[in-house]
């Protein structure tokens, strides 16, 4: 099981930047997903999540400029991100937790990381 994530890079202040990140090899469900951060020497943290039934949770400090979404058919889970502050800068992982047979537990998985830079 492979998580992949895309969509990070440069924009200023203002701008607005959208992630994906797309589950791939053999997967029987997919329950909750989501995106967390990390700046250097800072523990991870999370940003958003979505259940399966599309229920979300934010952090305080994206509420109302960021957007979680998913596509189940795909596999993929999406971070909109609007309004960026130079505070937003930071590693992006995606996260999924999979059940890879009927009757299994459902396990984590983590993305690569992308990075985004917020300009002032």
């Known amino acids: 099981v492979q998580l992949q994530a895309s969509g990070g890079g440069l924009v200023q202040a203002g701008g607005s930047l959208r992630l994906s990140c797309a589950a791939s090899?053999?997967?029987?469900?997919?329950?909750?997903m989501g995106w967390y951060r990390q700046t250097p020497g800072m523990q991870r943290e999370l940003v958003a999540t979505?259940?399966?039934?599309?229920?979300?949770n934010y952090v305080d400090s994206v509420k109302g400029r960021f957007t979680i979404s998913r596509d189940n058919a795909k596999r993929s889970v999406y971070l909109q991100m609007n309004s960026l502050k130079p505070e937003d800068t930071a590693v992006y992982y995606c996260?999924?937790?999979?059940?890879?047979?009927?009757?299994?537990?459902?396990?984590?998985?983590w993305g690569q990381g992308t990075l985004v830079t917020v300009s002032s």
């Open positions: 996260n999924a937790n999979l059940i890879q047979k009927w009757r299994d537990l459902g396990r984590d998985y």
């Open positions: 090899g053999s997967i029987f469900a997919i329950n909750h």
């Open positions: 979505i259940t399966s039934g599309g229920t979300t």
